[in-house]
């Protein structure tokens, strides 16, 4: 696709306008001006559009999207021409443009920019329009690239308070012993030492009883944790309540605190790692749109 500027319209009109005069007064020197005024757009037209071939997009992502909140985005133009540089090139992708002066052949650069997603969910992004007004300015060249991945862009979080959005008979408040072995809280026996337990753990006054090495062994510390029951959950306003679990899964996380979820039918046990904070985000980006995500 291609579109006229302001400058080109411009040389056309002067164009024809002196290859009427070559016409009308048969001057030689007219029709050679006239000749090179169209071999200059030709020249302009080969240069142009080659500018354009070879060349794309590709956009990086941070780990979390959030929507109504600008994310910023890396824009990465690559040229997979082998000899010929790219010139004055724009990528246009969501109602913005991207300037790239300048890519030697076989390689990349990149820019950065920022984008915002209106709404949660499942996006396809990564289709962008390859544009060039290279080399006169007289013509703007489009090419339309296709290429597409998806996305899933979080609830926006919100601070608030949805009745219910704890479950207080699961959220343990403090932290409790549990029965597994550990190094943090009550004594639940005492063994024979195994090489490679800590120095500070071996009891000595059972060591000197016994005449052999033994160490206690320990309880560990259970946390505190928090499950949500989503599908409990007044839902009048669904995207309301979504961005306020999403800030409260956020925050929890964040604190340490394991956070756990019932959602569409399916209960996910409390963890606070980096995982357990993408699946519990992800269901809730895709909730009501895929029910079957995991």
Same mark, same amino acid.
């Given at each position: 696709?291609?579109?006229?500027?302001?400058?080109?319209?411009?040389?056309?009109?002067?164009?024809?306008?002196?290859?009427?005069?070559?016409?009308?007064?048969?001057?030689?020197?007219?029709?050679?001006?006239?000749?090179?005024?169209?071999?200059?757009?030709?020249?302009?037209?080969?240069?142009?559009?080659?500018?354009?071939?070879?060349?794309?997009?590709?956009?990086?992502?941070?780990?979390?999207?959030?929507?109504?909140?600008?994310?910023?985005?890396?824009?990465?133009?690559?040229?997979?021409?082998?000899?010929?540089?790219?010139?004055?090139?724009?990528?246009?992708?969501?109602?913005?443009?991207?300037?790239?002066?300048?890519?030697?052949?076989?390689?990349?650069?990149?820019?950065?920019? %920022?984008?915002?997603?209106?709404? +949660?969910?499942?996006?396809? #992004? /990564?289709?962008?329009?390859?544009?060039? @007004?290279? $080399?006169?300015?007289?013509?703007?060249?489009?090419?339309?690239?296709?290429?597409?991945?998806?996305?899933?862009?979080?609830?926006?979080?919100?601070?608030?308070?949805?009745?219910?959005?704890?479950?207080?008979?699961?959220?343990?408040?403090?932290?409790?012993?549990?029965?597994?072995?550990?190094?943090?809280?009550?004594?639940?026996?005492?063994?024979?030492?195994?090489?490679?337990?800590?120095?500070?753990?071996?009891?000595?006054?059972?060591?000197?009883?016994?005449?052999?090495?033994?160490?206690?062994?320990?309880?560990?510390?259970?946390?505190?944790?928090?499950?949500?029951?989503?599908?409990?959950?007044?839902?009048?306003?669904?995207?309301?309540?979504?961005?306020?679990?999403?800030? %409260?899964?956020?925050?929890?996380? +964040?604190?340490?605190?394991? #956070? /756990?979820?019932?959602?569409?039918?399916? @209960?996910? $046990?409390?963890?606070?790692?980096?995982?357990?904070?993408?699946?519990?985000?992800?269901?809730?980006?895709?909730?009501?749109?895929?029910?079957?995500?995991?």
């Amino acid at each position: 696709m291609i579109k006229i500027n302001k400058a080109g319209y411009l040389y056309i009109l002067l164009t024809i306008l002196i290859g009427f005069s070559a016409v009308n007064t048969a001057n030689n020197l007219v029709y050679i001006i006239t000749s090179g005024l169209l071999s200059y757009m030709l020249v302009s037209g080969f240069f142009g559009r080659g500018n354009i071939r070879g060349i794309e997009a590709q956009l990086e992502f941070p780990e979390e999207t959030f929507a109504g909140i600008d994310t910023p985005v890396m824009v990465k133009l690559v040229n997979r021409r082998k000899r010929m540089p790219a010139f004055l090139v724009g990528i246009e992708l969501y109602g913005r443009e991207v300037f790239f002066p300048f890519a030697e052949p076989m390689s990349s650069t990149s820019r950065h920019t %920022t984008m915002r997603f209106d709404r +949660r969910g499942l996006h396809r #992004v /990564g289709a962008h329009t390859v544009t060039s @007004t290279f $080399p006169f300015n007289f013509f703007t060249r489009y090419r339309r690239v296709s290429s597409e991945k998806a996305l899933v862009v979080y609830p926006k979080p919100v601070r608030c308070g949805v009745p219910g959005i704890y479950d207080f008979r699961s959220r343990t408040l403090g932290d409790r012993p549990s029965d597994a072995s550990g190094y943090d809280s009550d004594l639940i026996s005492i063994r024979d030492y195994v090489p490679g337990d800590h120095p500070r753990y071996i009891s000595w006054k059972s060591t000197a009883k016994t005449g052999v090495l033994m160490t206690k062994e320990l309880s560990t510390i259970e946390l505190r944790h928090l499950i949500i029951d989503f599908d409990q959950l007044p839902k009048k306003d669904l995207e309301y309540t979504i961005s306020c679990v999403a800030y %409260t899964v956020l925050r929890m996380i +964040r604190s340490g605190t394991p #956070v /756990g979820m019932t959602i569409g039918g399916r @209960t996910y $046990p409390p963890d606070n790692s980096s995982a357990q904070k993408t699946l519990l985000l992800t269901r809730l980006a895709l909730y009501g749109q895929d029910q079957d995500a995991a």
